[in-house]
C-alpha cells in the first residue's frame, strides 16, 4: 500500500514535472484540454479493476453491477446532450471508434471517401498507412486551392465519379463548419452511408454553438478529451439506433475492443455531465472568442507584411490554422520558437504545402485548453499580440516569455493538486 511516490519516485516525479509543464506553460494544441478534478478523479478509480466485456446487463463477467450503471449513466447522458437515439460509450480512442464505425458500415474493398490528410483529415479517414487507406479503397477529397474551403459542388462531383459506399465529414486541421445537409443529399444521390467525425468540434455541437451532423449523418464519432474537455477515450452516436445499434455494438466489442475501461467510461459519464451545464457553453462561448481574436491578429496589416496569414482568412471553431507560406520562418522554426517563449502549439501542413511534413508551412493553434484555465478576451488578445510579434521575426524572446510567464501565473491550474 505504498503510495507513488514511496513505491515508485523515477514515475511520480515525471507527473510532478508534467504537472508544472502544464501549468507553467500556455497550451494551444487544438486537441488538448485540462480535465476538471472530477474526472481525474473517476479516471484514478478502482473502476479500472473491472472487466467488463459485453455491455450494461448482458456481460461476460459476474460483479458488473456498479459498473453496469456508470455505463447506462454514460450511454443516457451523450443521448440527451446530442439528441441521439444510440450511444457506445466503449471506444479506447477515438481511432478506436472510427475503426469500430468502418467495420459496421463497410466491408474490406468498400470505398470510402474522406478528407485528405493533406488538407486537414485524420489518419484514420483513408491514409494509405492507416487500417482506413489499407482495407478500405481510398477516393480522398480535398479543399479549393484559393479558398482553403471544402466544396461542396466538387465535392459532389467526385462522389458521383467515384460512387463511394461511405462518405466522411470531419477533420482535424480545417478552420471552417462543414455543410453536413449538403453532404447527405450527397450520399442519398449516390447511395453511399454518410458519417461524420466530429472529434475536434464537438464541444462545441453541445454547446449548441457549431451545427450539430447528428441529424444529417448516419453515424457520429467523436473523441472525449478535445473540446469536450474529457478522458482520452472515443463514443459512438447514432440518430438511428433500429439501423445501427447492433452493428455498431459488435463492432466495438467483440469486433475492435476486448473489456472496456470502465475508470474511463465512469470519467466520460462525469465529463458529460459537465458538458450539459451553462458553465461549459460560457467556456465554449471565450474558445470561440479567443480563435477569432487570434485569427484577427494574425491577419493584422504587419502580420501580413511579416508574411504571416490564416487558412482560409479566419476561423469559426476553435483553432486557426497558421499560413507560413509567405514567411522565411517554417512551421518547424515557428513551433520551436513558441515553445521558447512558454507557448505549446503542433507545426501542421497547410493545404498544398510547399515544405516537406516534417517541417511544413503551418501551425495549428486552439483555444480550448487556455479557455478551461480561464482566458477571456483579454487574455486572448495578450497571448495574440505575443504570438504575432513572434511569428513576425527578430522578437524580444526574453520579454516574450515573460508576458506569457506572467498569463500563467495569473491563471493557476491545478493548485494543489496531489498526484
Ligand atoms: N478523429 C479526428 C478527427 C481526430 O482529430 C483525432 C485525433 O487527433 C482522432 C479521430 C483520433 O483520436 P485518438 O487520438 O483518440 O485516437
Known sequence: NATLQDFDPEIAQVLDRELARQQ???EMIASENFVPRSVLQAQGS??????????????YYGGCEEVDVAENIAIDRAKSLFGAEYANVQPHSGATANAAVLHALARPGDRIMG??????????HGM??????????????GVDDTTHLVDMDKVREQALADRPDVIIAGWSAYPRHLDFAAFRAIADEVGAKLWTDMAHFAGLVASGLHPSPIPHSDVVSTTIHKTIGGPRSGMILSRDAEAYGKKLNSAVFPGQQGGPLMHVVAAKAVALKAAAGSEFRERNERVLEGAKILADRLTSPDAI?????????????????VDLRNSPMNGQEAEDLLHAVGITVNRNAVPNDPRPPMVTSGLRIG???????GFGSEEFSEVADVIATALKGGADVDALRARIAKLAGDFPLYEGLQQ
Open 24 to 26: 507553467t506553460y500556455l
Open 305 to 321: 507584411e511579416a508574411g504571416v496569414n490564416v487558412v482560409s482568412g479566419g476561423t469559426d471553431v476553435h483553432l486557426v490554422l
Open 115 to 124: 478528407l485528405s490528410l493533406a488538407h486537414g483529415g485524420h489518419l484514420t
Open 367 to 373: 483555444t480550448p485548453a487556455l479557455a478551461s484555465r
Open 46 to 59: 478502482v473502476l479500472t479493476n473491472k472487466y467488463a466485456e459485453g455491455y450494461p446487463g448482458r456481460r
Open 128 to 141: 494509405k498507412l492507416n487500417f482506413s487507406g489499407k482495407l478500405y479503397e481510398v477516393s480522398a477529397y
